[in-house]
């Protein structure tokens, strides 16, 4: 089994970096994130085969009274929820689990790597880039019980989705739990004292220019010198999304070799588009760290922030009324997806069917959807749309409105060890950007040189 100890380290580094837990990477066609790398998967772990036997059904009398510790990166609404099903699987399974909150998408990075290293690694997690702790590593586990138990439907699962749990086209290494896209969100008060009507939404990044300059104009309702009209709390996220609605792809997957590519014409027109919006005072510089405190605060009137944002905001009672737009495109409408994913990391053989009963029952059709409707993460599953519960969010509330109708185009992109360095270059080549220090061309070559010598150096 291969040992990666340095590119572990500063893989969880480079996740610690990002700014938010659903930051997400994009994907090639031919084959998207961020991530920490592991060190070594169990020894006995299986690779996927072409096992064809008959799918089985692990019974509660075969995991009962089995012990499972349980880490998980995510909190608030979506913590106390997630502790809520498992400890409604604890009763109906008679397995004890213990529950840890492990930190942000960084902090989890971090602890599962070093927990790894050691083998004091949890059973179960709930992270974000799952595929480079078991896919990265030979561990295929999940894609042989996906093949030999019937207790998860990926054919109801929405394919993107499970492409978002794959790594570099091997096999399934993880299930879905936790899924979220960007959502253009605004506030109704700066869009209606500016004269804007949004019942028609601009549907083009050039549409969407327009509306920044009506609403720079007209809309600067509290008064503040620091009103801008856009920005986003992930630019990385969000730069890749409107890379493919480009027509560029971000990297290149042939057989396992990753060449990033982020750097060509249809790149540049982006990256210029988007120093257009900071040159003409509708965006801050580098300032994206503070956009969900700005927004908040009433002085930004756009901003794209992930999906999960629609029960923290909702339940916060903004001080003023919230809507949602989908995310404007430039040739294509395109978004990358975001999240967490369950993996499978125990060690201990005897535990496997109970940590794969406990992985499959959260990311059940009932369950599933009963956390995503209350945390604002998306539905993974096909049949969620024809559950009276999501008809009628969607009927109540435009925001989920919007992030639904975000799925029909939506994409998983290729885990691959440096996607950590990737995002973290993407980011500081946009702030030098912003901030006039070099030109688009410039600062995407020098990005794209410095991840191929990391990826080559490997």
């Not at 809309?219 to 992930?234: C, E, L, M, R």
């Not at 996220?237 to 997957?253: A, D, H, R, T, V």
């Not at 604002?376 to 919007?402: C, F, W």
């Amino acid at each position: 089994m291969k040992k990666r100890i340095p590119a572990i380290l500063l893989a969880a580094l480079m996740i610690l970096s990002l700014t938010s837990g659903c930051v997400s990477q994009y994907v090639d066609k031919t084959t998207e994130g961020t991530a920490a790398q592991t060190t070594k998967a169990p020894e006995t772990t299986p690779a996927a085969s072409d096992s064809t036997a008959a799918p089985v059904q692990s019974t509660e009398a075969d995991i009962k009274g089995q012990s499972l510790t349980v880490w998980y990166a995510v909190s608030g609404t979506s913590g106390e929820l997630f502790n809520e099903l498992s400890k409604k699987f604890e009763n109906e399974y008679g397995v004890k689990l213990e529950l840890s909150y492990s930190g942000g998408s960084g902090d989890t990075a971090t602890k599962v790597s070093a927990a790894l290293l050691t083998h004091t690694q949890p059973d179960v997690a709930l992270m974000y880039a799952g595929p480079l702790y078991t896919g990265g590593e030979g561990d295929f586990r999940i894609a042989e019980l996906l093949k030999t138990t019937s207790d998860f439907d990926q054919d109801d699962v929405f394919e993107g989705m499970m492409d978002y749990c794959d790594y570099m086209n091997e096999g399934i290494c993880a299930i879905p739990c936790g899924i979220s896209t960007q959502v253009m969100y605004y506030n109704k008060d700066i869009l209606k004292a500016a004269g804007v009507d949004m019942t028609n939404p601009p549907k083009t990044w050039s549409e969407f220019y327009d509306v920044l300059g009506t609403v720079m104009e007209k809309g600067n309702i509290s008064g503040s010198d620091g009103f801008k009209a856009f920005d986003t709390n992930d630019e990385a996220w969000l730069f890749k999304s409107m890379l493919m609605q480009n027509g560029c792809e971000i990297i290149e997957n042939n057989n396992g070799e990753i060449t990033p590519i982020f750097n060509n014409a249809k790149a540049v027109e982006v990256a210029d588009y988007w120093k257009s919006l900071v040159d003409a005072g509708y965006m801050s510089a580098a300032q994206h760290s503070n956009a969900e405190k700005a927004f908040l605060g009433g002085n930004l009137a756009f901003i794209a922030a992930s999906s999960n944002r629609i029960s923290r905001w909702t339940a916060d009672a903004t001080s003023f009324e919230l809507g949602a737009i989908e995310m404007p495109y430039f040739t294509q409408p395109s978004l990358a997806l975001g999240g967490n994913v369950l993996v499978i990391l125990t060690e201990d053989e005897s535990k496997l069917q109970a940590a794969w009963k406990y992985v499959s029952y959260l990311a059940n059709a009932e369950n599933n959807t009963t956390f995503a409707l209350g945390t604002g993460y998306l539905p993974i599953h096909k049949s969620a749309m024809e559950r009276q519960e999501v008809k009628d969010a969607i009927a109540s509330n435009e925001m989920y409105t919007v992030a639904f109708n975000q799925l029909s185009y939506t994409w998983a992109y290729t885990h691959f060890q440096e996607m950590g360095t990737m995002d973290s270059q993407i980011k500081a080549a946009l702030g030098k950007l912003e901030k006039g220090r070099g030109t688009s061309q410039e600062l995407l070559d020098k990005a794209v040189k410095e991840l191929q010598s990391e990826i080559d150096d490997k």
